[in-house]
């Protein structure tokens, strides 16, 4: 009876010893979780609402294009795709940065190379990771071979009237309608444009690269003036439909 009790006495012990260890490791997750939560929070744009996400997506694409194209919408854990491509073009709004919004629809050399950073970065930020810690991500997968640059010329259409995109400087700022063309590690310097920023913190000219160096560098065209550019002749079209 002795013994009995014994053995009871050291499995509880032994049952309380892991009891605690369990419950301090939970804390200590919590606790780290917690301490995260507010940088990972800041990482993240504010959830659309999914009718009004769809309209601003399509409303980068031409009229004839619209119709067809795959659609994405920006969910918790990253983009959800609403209904499939007829014609090889996408339409999301990318958000480079939590307060950004960019209506993108790229044609099928854009959904092939460009499509899926996109939505892999939406996804690592979900996660909590930090902007430094994707752009590691996003050079590791490009040297990897994971992403890859385009290989042939290709149009992505940003024709819509809401665009709020970064700048040279940080900043979100309004932006013009405008095309966009693939140009793989092209440079602001390859395209003789100013070194100079205009007054919206992007490169003076006609026209410029984002992203210039990179592989996913894009010439960027606006249909309309830009703060960077000169201003239109009076009495005449400041450039090309809105």
């Given at each position: 009876?002795?013994?009995?009790?014994?053995?009871?006495?050291?499995?509880?012990?032994?049952?309380?010893?892991?009891?605690?260890?369990?419950?301090?490791?939970?804390?200590?997750?919590?606790?780290?979780?917690?301490?995260?939560?507010?940088?990972?929070?800041?990482?993240?744009?504010?959830?659309?609402?999914?009718?009004?996400?769809?309209?601003?997506?399509?409303?980068?694409?031409?009229?004839?294009?619209?119709?067809?194209?795959?659609?994405?919408?920006?969910?918790?854990?990253?983009?959800?795709?609403?209904?499939?491509?007829?014609?090889?073009?996408?339409?999301?709004?990318?958000?480079?940065?939590?307060?950004?919004?960019?209506?993108?629809?790229?044609?099928?050399?854009?959904?092939?190379?460009?499509?899926?950073?996109?939505?892999?970065?939406?996804?690592?930020?979900?996660?909590?990771?930090?902007?430094?810690?994707?752009?590691?991500?996003?050079?590791?997968?490009?040297?990897?071979?994971?992403?890859?640059?385009?290989?042939?010329?290709?149009?992505?259409?940003?024709?819509?009237?809401?665009?709020?995109?970064?700048?040279k400087l940080g900043a979100v700022v309004p932006f013009p309608p405008h095309l966009m063309?693939?140009?793989p590690y092209l440079t602001n310097a390859d395209l003789g444009t100013d070194d100079d920023l205009g007054?919206?913190?992007?490169?003076?000219?006609?026209?410029?690269?984002?992203?210039?160096?990179?592989?996913?560098?894009?010439?960027?065209?606006?249909?309309?003036?830009?703060?960077?550019?000169?201003?239109?002749?009076?009495?005449?079209?400041?450039?090309?439909?809105?």
């Amino acid at each position: 009876m002795t013994t009995d009790v014994a053995v009871l006495a050291v499995s509880t012990s032994r049952a309380m010893r892991c009891f605690l260890l369990v419950l301090t490791a939970q804390i200590a997750v919590s606790a780290s979780a917690a301490a995260q939560s507010p940088q990972a929070a800041a990482n993240q744009p504010v959830l659309p609402d999914q009718q009004k996400e769809i309209a601003l997506a399509l409303s980068a694409c031409p009229a004839s294009v619209a119709n067809k194209a795959a659609v994405y919408v920006l969910g918790k854990s990253g983009y959800v795709k609403i209904r499939d491509s007829q014609n090889g073009f996408t339409a999301i709004v990318q958000h480079s940065l939590p307060t950004s919004r960019e209506p993108r629809c790229m044609d099928a050399e854009g959904t092939r190379t460009h499509l899926p950073r996109l939505l892999k970065v939406a996804e690592w930020r979900a996660q909590g990771k930090s902007r430094e810690d994707i752009d590691r991500l996003v050079a590791d997968a490009f040297a990897k071979g994971v992403f890859r640059a385009p290989t042939r010329p290709g149009v992505d259409y940003m024709l819509s009237t809401e665009n709020l995109v970064p700048n040279k400087l940080g900043a979100v700022v309004p932006f013009p309608p405008h095309l966009m063309f693939y140009a793989p590690y092209l440079t602001n310097a390859d395209l003789g444009t100013d070194d100079d920023l205009g007054p919206d913190g992007n490169p003076k000219g006609p026209a410029f690269v984002a992203g210039d160096g990179t592989p996913h560098a894009l010439i960027i065209v606006p249909l309309g003036a830009h703060a960077g550019s000169s201003p239109p002749a009076a009495d005449k079209p400041s450039g090309g439909p809105q």
